[in-house]
């Protein structure tokens, strides 16, 4: 799921990436859990992370099922804004 995050530190503009397998209601799930994520405001470093796009990898699994392969490194944070 790759989103934009608030002044507040929550989501907003989400989309999913990818869905394997598809069909199965897995993406719309995971837009449903977007509105609990909740961001620091700022970064270790004093910034805002307003406006900055995020992705985050959601797996869902079966108990007794075999572990989804490794995913890829994400990306860091596209854009930040300037300090302020």
Do not use: H
Request: glycine fraction near 10%; include cysteine; aromatic fraction near 6%.
């Amino acid at each position: 799921m790759r989103c934009k995050v608030t002044e507040k530190g929550s989501l907003k503009d989400c989309a999913i990436e990818t869905e394997a397998p598809a069909g199965w209601g897995f993406g719309a799930a995971t837009l449903g859990m977007a509105k609990y994520f909740r961001l620091s405001e700022t970064t270790s470093g004093g910034r805002s992370v307003a406006e900055a796009v995020i992705q985050i990898p959601i797996i869902f699994q079966l108990p007794g099922n075999q572990p989804a392969p490794p995913l890829p490194p994400l990306d860091p944070v596209k854009s930040l804004p300037p300090a302020r």
